[in-house]
């Protein structure tokens, strides 16, 4: 599918791999709604795009019913409505299960897994009668081997990725698309600092951003179902679907390291 002239919704937009989503989805010629949380990012971001391709921009906070029709709204003012969906925000937390704050557990399933979910509801009606559209989901690795020390996080992508397959098996016979793309960890320098300290301690290799954007943009244009970044992340996530307890006991050891940066200041 050729993107130009598609009109894409982004969620999350002015994040690490938000934004480079938008830059690379520009460059294919799409039309872009972006959306995102702080007025001062949004608009610098709107400054880089609006030279490449047609951009719009919605303050919203994807939680919420009411913003939800903004976003919609704001693309049918813009655009005339919107072809693909790429819900993309996401939060995270890195913290021992009996730490973690209710609020915080409640607030991350809103943002991962219900908002996603509610936007591709107000969008396939629209999307059922023109016969076209396309619902893409950023998961993660922990959406197929969940993580000690990430469970509400684990949850939510476990969630999100059973939503993507459950709702392609109902539109399988529709001209509508959903695609569920799971990328490793990516170097997008907005996680905390006891995050960075972790991944550097278990000897994690982030992914450039423009690179995981890059191949997000090749999935959707080649309409893929599954696409999970990394030849790695691919074979442990079958072994952890065949094998759990081999996954558990491989496990075992950088458990023991993650704990100790749980434990931050
Ligand atoms: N980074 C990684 O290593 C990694 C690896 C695998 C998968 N992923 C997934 O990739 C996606 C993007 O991650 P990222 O690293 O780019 O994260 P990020 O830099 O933190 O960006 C996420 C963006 O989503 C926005 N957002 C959060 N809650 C929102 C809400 N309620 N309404 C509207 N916008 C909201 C954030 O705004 P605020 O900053 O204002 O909250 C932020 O701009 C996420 O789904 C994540 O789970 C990330």
Do not use: W
């Amino acid at each position: 599918m050729l993107l130009k002239d598609q009109r894409i919704l982004l969620t999350g937009a002015t994040g690490g791999l938000g934004s480079a989503l938008a830059l690379e989805l520009a460059k294919s010629g799409a039309s872009l709604g972006l959306v995102d949380t702080e007025y001062d990012q949004l608009g610098e971001l709107y400054d880089k795009i609006q030279p490449l391709t047609d951009v719009t921009t919605s303050l919203a906070d994807i939680t919420e019913a009411e913003d939800q029709q903004n976003i919609i709204h704001d693309m049918y003012s813009a655009f005339g409505g919107t072809d693909i969906l790429i819900n993309n925000a996401g939060i995270k937390d890195f913290v021992e299960f009996t730490e973690q704050k209710p609020a915080m557990m409640d607030r991350l399933l809103q943002v991962n897994v219900i908002a996603p979910m509610q936007l591709s509801r107000l969008l396939l009606p629209d999307m059922l009668c023109r016969e076209s559209g396309h619902i893409v989901n950023i998961g993660s690795p922990f959406g197929s081997i969940a993580s000690a020390f990430f469970t509400a996080y684990s949850a939510s992508k476990f969630a999100l990725r059973g939503f993507s397959e459950a709702l392609r098996r109902e539109l399988d016979s529709t001209q509508i698309n959903v695609t569920y793309i799971s990328p490793r960890g990516i170097d997008t320098a907005n996680d905390a600092q006891a995050l960075f300290n972790m991944a550097e301690a278990v000897k994690l290799q982030p992914d450039a951003a423009d690179d995981v954007a890059r191949q997000i943009v090749k999935a959707i244009k080649k309409e893929k179902k599954e696409v999970y970044i990394g030849l790695n992340q691919t074979i442990t996530s079958r072994v952890n679907g065949l094998i759990p307890r081999l996954v558990d006991f491989l496990a075992v050891r950088r458990n023991r390291i993650m704990r100790q940066y749980t434990h931050h200041p």
